[in-house]
């Protein structure tokens, strides 16, 4: 009789573990999968390089993200790479099954840009959405006794610009200067604040003089890496009205902000900042799931108040934003639908329900 009483009692023990075991499962689950998944996700800033293989792998992370995060990664824009500066665009197309937009590109403002200005409607015209410039620090494109073009305000390049302002060409993820972080953590990118204020002086006055033109700022203008340089930033988005930003490669550099300046930044700003990683075009399938988990660290430092070991890159600890639902919009595809042309078009016809 003890013995059948034990069972019993040992029985209702293991039934009542496994319920906890089930619930609390549940809820782990749930944790880790976003609130947001109705929310479709744009990246406005990825270097394929139109590389058939590369795109492949993307899609392979987008199924990732759906099956173990609940979102839906479902567009990229290719802003190229330096060995492809003007991907191809039907195969872009094809293999992404239309899930890639994709802008020409020049990786070297420094020695001069490559295409003309008189051609610039010819790719806008093909379908090309925006014109990627990369104008970052002189001394990593020149070499020393080089003089090129060293800021991106030199007179060379007016033309350029004023006939992307009169074409309505995006400047696409613009790269201006690179991060400078406070005092004992500048970086090596650019650790001179002297020369890095030149840089983005220079692209300052290139606004002045093309108040309409539309650029996307990427690494949100690395104005992200103090808290002066966030309110510079405010400054900047009041001033130029056409002025956008992306996030590609900010998230890593978020600790280095108060983080309710930081959120009040996001919040007071939705309207122009844009979702981007700066992620690389890459031929190895084994590292489709370690890329979801960088998407995933971005989205849970956008959408929840969770501490979050690193962002898309690096793996100093961030504090998660907990952003509304609207600024989360917004940021994820509203604002990308309207800058880049076509792009709501065709997301309507990947069959999302968009505004």
Same mark, same amino acid.
């Given at each position: 009789?003890? $013995?059948?009483?034990?069972?019993?009692?040992?029985?209702?023990?293991?039934?009542?573990?496994?319920?906890?075991?089930?619930?609390?499962?549940?809820?782990?689950?749930?944790?880790?999968? =976003?609130?947001? #998944?109705?929310?479709?996700?744009?990246?406005?800033?990825?270097?394929?390089?139109?590389?058939?293989?590369?795109?492949?792998?993307?899609?392979?992370?987008?199924?990732?993200?759906?099956?173990?995060?609940?979102?839906?990664?479902?567009?990229?824009?290719?802003?190229?790479? #330096?060995?492809?500066?003007?991907?191809?665009? @039907?195969?872009?197309?094809?293999?992404?099954?239309?899930?890639?937009?994709?802008?020409?590109?020049?990786?070297?403002?420094?020695?001069?840009?490559?295409?003309?200005?008189?051609?610039?409607?010819?790719?806008?015209? $093909?379908?090309?959405? &925006?014109?990627? %410039? *990369?104008? &970052?620090?002189?001394?990593?494109?020149?070499?020393?006794?080089?003089?090129?073009?060293?800021?991106?305000?030199?007179?060379?390049?007016?033309?350029?610009?004023?006939?992307?302002?009169?074409?309505?060409?995006?400047?696409?993820?613009?790269?201006?200067?690179?991060?400078?972080?406070?005092? /004992?953590?500048?970086?090596? *990118?650019? #650790?001179?604040?002297?020369?890095?204020?030149?840089?983005? !002086?220079? *692209?300052?006055?290139?606004?002045?003089?093309?108040? @309409?033109?539309?650029?996307?700022?990427?690494? /949100?203008?690395?104005?992200?890496?103090?808290?002066?340089?966030?309110?510079?930033?405010? @400054?900047?988005?009041?001033?130029?009205?056409?002025?956008?930003?992306?996030?590609?490669? !900010?998230?890593?550099?978020?600790?280095?902000?108060?983080?309710?300046?930081?959120?009040?930044?996001?919040?007071?700003?939705?309207?122009?900042?844009?979702?981007?990683?700066?992620? =690389?075009?890459?031929?190895? =399938?084994?590292?489709?799931?370690?890329?979801?988990?960088?998407?995933?660290?971005?989205?849970?430092?956008?959408? !929840?108040?969770?501490?979050?070991?690193? /962002?898309?890159? &690096?793996?100093?600890? %961030?504090?998660?934003?907990?952003?509304?639902?609207?600024?989360?919009?917004?940021?994820?595809?509203?604002?990308?639908?309207?800058?880049?042309? @076509?792009?709501?078009?065709?997301? =309507?016809?990947? /069959?999302?329900?968009?505004?």
């Amino acid at each position: 009789m003890r $013995k059948k009483e034990y069972n019993l009692a040992l029985s209702k023990i293991t039934m009542q573990l496994l319920f906890w075991l089930i619930i609390n499962l549940t809820y782990i689950c749930a944790q880790s999968r =976003s609130r947001y #998944s109705d929310i479709p996700r744009i990246d406005v800033h990825t270097h394929i390089g139109g590389d058939s293989i590369g795109i492949v792998n993307f899609l392979k992370v987008r199924k990732i993200l759906i099956e173990t995060y609940n979102v839906d990664l479902a567009m990229f824009i290719d802003v190229g790479t #330096s060995e492809n500066q003007i991907p191809d665009l @039907n195969k872009s197309i094809y293999v992404s099954k239309s899930r890639v937009f994709t802008c020409i590109s020049d990786f070297s403002a420094h020695d001069g840009l490559d295409i003309s200005p008189k051609d610039l409607h010819v790719w806008l015209d $093909k379908g090309y959405v &925006g014109y990627k %410039i *990369w104008a &970052g620090p002189y001394y990593r494109r020149l070499g020393e006794r080089e003089e090129g073009f060293r800021y991106i305000d030199n007179i060379v390049h007016e033309p350029t610009f004023a006939e992307m302002e009169r074409i309505g060409m995006v400047a696409a993820s613009i790269h201006i200067a690179d991060p400078n972080g406070p005092y /004992g953590k500048r970086t090596e *990118w650019l #650790s001179d604040p002297v020369e890095y204020w030149r840089e983005i !002086t220079a *692209w300052r006055h290139v606004l002045e003089r093309h108040p @309409n033109l539309v650029a996307v700022a990427a690494h /949100g203008n690395w104005l992200v890496c103090q808290d002066a340089q966030l309110d510079y930033l405010r @400054n900047m988005l009041a001033t130029f009205p056409y002025l956008y930003v992306d996030l590609a490669a !900010t998230f890593q550099y978020f600790y280095l902000l108060d983080h309710e300046n930081l959120r009040d930044f996001m919040i007071e700003w939705a309207d122009r900042i844009l979702y981007g990683t700066d992620i =690389s075009t890459f031929s190895d =399938s084994k590292e489709v799931k370690l890329y979801a988990e960088r998407y995933i660290r971005t989205f849970k430092i956008l959408e !929840t108040n969770e501490m979050v070991e690193g /962002g898309f890159f &690096g793996s100093n600890p %961030i504090q998660g934003l907990s952003l509304p639902r609207d600024v989360l919009e917004k940021i994820y595809y509203k604002n990308a639908l309207k800058i880049y042309p @076509n792009l709501k078009d065709q997301l =309507s016809e990947l /069959g999302y329900r968009v505004k």
